[in-house]
């Protein structure tokens, strides 16, 4: 039987899930349409690539898809040193909050860049999506990225199947969950494709509101007359945020 269920936390609810998901489908497309066919998220493709042009003999070329597999490590490292430092107690706002308005920073920093200097952009761009990927792991207690699809649609077709075998609602529910996360980075890929080519460089700047409404909504509203915010997101108003108690995470 599936029970209803309240994150505690925003960051672990499907509608702030949804919304990274676009920003992280739009960042993809950004910079393979705008910065020399880069993929920002994807690194088994860039690594696939560096291999490839290491074999060849192709330094220079190798060179441009190492620099986004530097950056991606970078930012997974300073997302848990942000986690670790700046894990506070009782307040309003949450370490994610930190991760997501550093990632709106930089992405609106890419945006500036000309695009003679796409591999400082893929690398920021690589940066930002591995702080974004390794803060926000948990949809509804399950494991998930908001930037790449493998692991998701591997996700939504187990308990796809699962639900069919058991007709156990929680299965579906889940599937359903991935399968939303997956359409909605579809979403974000799709404006980027379209958007890239009448605003060039400048559309990632369409990431930015879509990170501030994610962090807006993951705020920890304790003013009775606000709280519908808390539960638009999702989350949970419950006993341990309104008497200033922290979360496990």
């Known amino acids: 039987m599936y029970r209803k269920y309240r994150a505690k936390q925003a960051s672990d609810s499907l509608l702030v899930g949804c919304l990274l998901s676009i920003s992280g489908g739009l960042q993809d497309a950004y910079t393979y349409n705008i910065r ?5 998220n994807a690194q088994t493709g860039n690594i696939v690539l560096l291999g490839q042009n ?7 070329e190798a ?10 490590s970078a930012g997974i490292y300073i997302a848990e040193v942000i986690h670790h430092r700046y894990h506070h107690r009782g307040i309003t ?3 994610r909050h930190g991760i997501l308005l550093a990632e709106t920073a930089v992405l609106a920093l890419v945006a500036l860049i000309p695009q003679s200097l796409n591999w400082l ?4 761009v690589s940066f930002a999506c591995a702080m974004q990927v390794q803060a ?3 949809l509804e207690g399950n494991s998930y990225a908001t930037t790449m ?4 649609l591997r996700s939504c077709m187990e308990n796809l199947y699962y639900w069919r075998a058991t007709k156990n609602a929680q299965r579906r529910h889940n599937a359903v969950l991935y399968g939303s996360v997956i359409l909605t980075f579809m979403l974000g890929a799709a404006l980027g494709g379209a958007l890239s080519h009448c605003w060039g460089r400048w559309t990632i700047l369409l990431c930015c509101p879509i990170l501030l409404l994610g962090a807006a909504l993951m705020l920890r509203i304790r003013n009775r007359r ?3 915010i808390t539960l638009l997101s999702g989350a949970e108003e419950d006993e341990a945020i309104a008497t200033g108690a922290q979360d496990p995470d």
Do not use: D, E, K, S
């Open 136 to 138: 926000f792991r948990q």
């Open 36 to 40: 020399g066919h880069v993929y920002a």
């Open 121 to 124: 952009a893929n690398f920021l």
């Open 149 to 152: 699809c493998i692991g998701n």
């Open 93 to 95: 706002t949450h370490w």
């Open 226 to 228: 606000l709280r519908f």
């Open 63 to 72: 060179l441009q898809y190492l620099l986004p597999v530097l950056a991606f």
């Open 54 to 60: 290491l074999a060849m003999g192709n330094y220079g």
